[in-house]
């Protein structure tokens, strides 16, 4: 039986997963420096051993955050969470999480389709979800997810 | 494609075929030795058998040839046919010899080139038989042997492998995080103040640089690797064109960063071409001038202060300044008062200006006529200068300044918002600092603040406002400005502060910033964090200052007095859109007209007139230059329009509606600014007013460029 190994994470709460093959590590917070007029859910770029990142706020890339950034404004130089370093289209980005969980491992033939009340963006970018006992894991498109090119 | 593969395999073939021949050799050396003939026999058979094996995949047939006899010895010898002799041992020396050179041959032209080996061929199957008489024979013919060949200089390949460039490009980073991690623990030992600890971060210190300097010096390649071809390429050119050329290199051993080699690639060739087509005379040609009938060409490189020196020149003819000069009036880029107020160095770089081409006829030899403005830009794209120096009847020299790398440029490290920036020194002109009370000197033009420096007026941008900082300080005491140029323009960049020049690595910003044209890359400043680097073009672009200025012909050397008198213009004023000041040169100014609205038909979107048996396309100056324009052609009010018929050449003529036509004036235009915005080529200061010149074809453009096409296949 195939199976796969995600490495999970959350955003506001709600499960997220990736496949492990794409996540390269998970670091701690970094200095970020700021990007003039770059688009709004790119936090910035960090150095990382030499190498330069873009650091992805992946809440406003799945457009998540429109409901809560009116009442919470967060100063972008001292971001919270985590960066998961993914690699995918030879292409290494950070992406900016609130939590990380567990690895967990599925049996590949479980997953299903997204749920059907998600919509737009975030759907465009899930690889599809497995089941748990409380609820869904929302496994994300790497590729998908970086394409600067896709639209609503 | 078949071309470079063909080289490739060549390139394969000799590094292999060297390898064997080194081995061949010290096997051949050792068969004296009876102990250990026998091995070092069957080794330099198959070694010889190998090279003649790979001969036949490649169009070497007397390479072929010789280690085919050779191996047909070497056979006789390992059947024990045949007694090892010192006449043997030298025949195959002699072997070695010759395909080493055949080899060198191959490697420089990739031919075997014009040799005759037929002797030592047959010497090598007159060994196979036996007999004292045949002995006796080849022990003379081998004198004569002897002195038929030249000493062969042992060109021998040095070890290598084949490293990808990504994986030095790694390393490349990996030592660079090292540089980092060093530099904040020298900050710690200031700190600690513990001896020994400041001498283990010293001694860190010096391993670190040196590796810096190693692992940078991975990614340099010898300049021979473009020079190796143009040998082949003189001969061809020159047997095409009935010329005698040869070529000198010198200093083929400069190394270079690999993907400035691959730039450098492209101009260089096209300059060796140049040289040979244009530069250097027929034979004839040269006796008559007292030269000899073999042109030379000489390639020179040498690295100096951090840069690469490359010259490139011939004994031609050198440049015809006075044809420069007329074909350059023919060609509507000067005009004859500019002409006669060039100095020669001006005269020299007008080779460079786009269109300018001064072969009479397009050859195929170079190409499809790209011109020296070409190879000029491709230079600069990589932060290169180019020079001419040309001697009529003697020869022209070009002179080129390129960087040691792409990857480390010198950059200014500015702030502003409280973030630092990288601006690259090559777009860097001038510092200003301005006093509080000097900021008076700050105008408005036109909705865009100038300064006026010594007389020039440059545009401002300030950085806070284009990056959108929001704590943007506008009351400072002192400014700072970073006056810049890129292309044909600059402007002045207002930061905060001004800190100093450092060597910075450039990195890409990768896709997801792909779209972002204000930031040429990033880099990695001394504390560790990402600094930008801004790129000043697309700068220019987002603040809006993005007009090219016409090419400075006047050198800011020329004197006063032939300033004012090649600069004394006759202009035609006139109110532009909102009764801007603008004004145009009379000489393209062909007539004035009133023309009623009514007379004016519309063709699909372009309006037209018709005007002395002419159909004459318009252009509104409001629409080209401004957004709340006034629709004259639109309204249904009969009116006059105030028309001015220009034309940029004789083919092509367009009405051009302006506001009101003022005056005409003949004045000096001693006080010149930059373009303000685009379709204007230049301002100045007539009557005391700052006027916009326009740039008609520049105007043309923006309206409608259809209408420069329909010249362009006339």
């Not at chain 2, 058979?45 to 007397?62: A, D, E, W």
């Not at chain 2, 300044?321 to 160095?345: I, P």
């Not at chain 2, 790209?370 to 230079?379: P, Q, T, Y």
């Amino acid at each position: 039986m195939v199976e796969q190994q995600i490495c999970t994470f959350f955003l506001k709460e709600v499960y997220f997963g990736i496949d492990v093959q794409h996540v390269q590590e998970v670091i701690r917070p970094q200095a970020i420096t700021h990007i003039p007029l770059a688009p709004s859910d790119i936090c910035g770029l960090i150095n990382l051993r030499g190498q330069i990142i873009a650091v992805i706020d992946l809440q406003a890339r799945l457009k998540m955050s429109e409901p809560q950034t009116q009442l919470t404004t967060k100063p972008v130089d001292q971001p919270e969470g985590f960066n998961m370093i993914v690699c995918a289209d030879d292409e290494v980005v950070s992406l900016l999480v609130d939590q990380v969980g567990d690895v967990l491992q599925f049996p590949q033939n479980t997953l299903q389709p997204p749920p059907a009340t998600l919509k737009g963006r975030m759907r465009q970018m899930l690889a599809g979800a497995y089941p748990l006992s409380d609820g869904f894991l929302l496994v994300l498109d790497p590729k998908k997810t970086l394409n600067v090119n896709l639209t609503e | 494609m078949e071309l470079t593969e063909i080289d490739d395999d060549i390139e394969a073939f000799l590094v292999e075929s060297y390898e064997n021949l080194n081995q061949i050799e010290r096997d051949i050396i050792d068969l004296e030795k009876a102990s250990v003939h026998k091995e070092a026999l069957a080794r330099t058979y198959r070694s010889l058998h190998t090279l003649k094996g790979n001969c036949g995949f490649l169009p070497f047939p007397k390479l072929e040839s010789i280690a085919h006899a050779g191996e047909n010895l070497l056979s006789c010898l390992r059947d024990r046919q045949l007694v090892i002799t010192p006449q043997i041992i030298s025949a195959l020396l002699q072997t070695v010899d010759s395909i080493r050179q055949i080899l060198s041959q191959i490697a420089t032209t990739k031919q075997e080139g014009d040799r005759d080996y037929s002797v030592l061929i047959t010497i090598l199957n007159q060994l196979q038989s036996q007999g004292e008489n045949t002995q006796a024979a080849t022990t003379d013919e081998f004198i004569d042997l002897n002195s038929e060949f030249s000493p062969v200089s042992n060109l021998t390949a040095s070890p290598h492998i084949r490293v990808n460039v990504n994986l030095l490009d790694q390393v490349i980073n990996l030592v660079g995080e090292v540089v980092l991690a060093r530099n904040q623990l020298i900050g710690f030992s200031t700190k600690f103040k513990d001896n020994n600890f400041a001498a283990t971060c010293q001694h860190l210190s010096v391993i670190t640089s040196q590796l810096q300097e190693k692992v940078m010096k991975t990614r340099l390649q010898s300049i021979s690797t473009i020079w190796q071809k143009f040998p082949r390429v003189t001969r061809d050119l020159a047997t095409a064109s009935g010329k005698q050329v040869q070529i000198e290199m010198e200093g083929a051993d400069t190394e270079l960063d690999k993907s400035i080699i691959e730039a450098i690639k492209d101009p260089l060739t096209h300059l060796v071409r140049n040289c040979i087509d244009h530069g250097i005379e027929l034979p004839a040609e040269r006796v008559a001038a007292g030269k000899p009938t073999l042109g030379r060409l000489f390639l020179k490189a040498v690295h100096e202060s951090g840069k690469v020196n490359i010259e490139i020149g011939d004994d031609g003819r050198g440049l015809d300044l006075e044809q420069l000069k007329k074909r350059s009036q023919q060609l509507g880029l000067v005009s004859a008062a500019q002409a006669a107020a060039m100095s020669d160095f001006e005269a020299i770089n007008l080779i460079f200006l786009p269109g300018f081409s001064t072969a009479p006829q397009v050859t195929h030899l170079s190409g499809r006529g790209v011109g020296m403005d070409i190879v000029k830009s491709n230079i600069e794209k990589i932060n290169g200068t180019i020079e001419i120096d040309s001697q009529q009847g003697q020869g022209t020299t070009f002179k080129i300044k390129i960087p040691l790398t792409l990857a480390i440029i010198p950059a200014l490290i500015v702030t502003s918002g409280g973030d630092r920036y990288a601006i690259p020194q090559a777009n860097l002109q001038e510092l200003v600092r301005l006093e509080a009370q000097a900021q008076n000197t700050i105008e408005m033009f036109y909705d865009v603040p100038v300064y006026r420096l010594r007389g020039n007026l440059v545009p401002l941008v300030y950085l806070n406002q284009v990056l959108q900082h929001q704590n943007s300080v506008t009351d400072l005491e002192i400014l700072s400005l970073v006056i810049v140029q890129v292309d044909n323009y600059r402007f002045g960049l207002v930061v905060d502060t001004i800190e100093d020049i450092q060597d910075i690595v450039v990195k890409p910003l990768g896709k997801q910033l792909k779209a972002l044209s204000l930031f040429a890359g990033a880099t990695i400043l001394g504390d560790g964090t990402v600094g930008l680097i801004i790129d000043v073009g697309g700068l220019g672009n987002v603040s809006g200052i993005t007009a090219k200025q016409k090419q400075q012909l006047l050198s800011e050397n020329t004197t006063n007095n032939q300033e004012q008198t090649s600069d004394r213009q006759t202009i035609l004023l006139f109110a532009g859109p909102e009764n801007a000041p603008m004004g145009i040169p009379l000489a393209i100014a062909f007539r004035l007209e009133n023309i009623l609205s009514s007379a004016v038909e519309k063709v699909g979107n372009q309006y037209f007139v018709q005007s002395y048996s002419r159909v004459l396309p318009l252009i509104e100056l409001d629409k080209v230059f401004s957004h709340n324009h006034q629709h004259y052609l639109d309204d249904q009010v009969a009116q006059t329009l105030q028309i001015i018929i220009v034309s940029p050449n004789s083919e092509l003529s367009v009405g051009l509606i302006v506001n009101r036509i003022l005056d005409i004036v003949e004045e000096p235009l001693t006080i010149k600014g930059v373009a303000s915005r685009p379709g204007i080529a230049f301002c100045a200061v007539i009557r005391g007013q700052i006027t916009e010149i326009l740039d008609i074809e520049a105007v043309i453009r923006i309206a409608n460029p259809h209408l420069l096409q329909l010249t362009t296949h006339g």
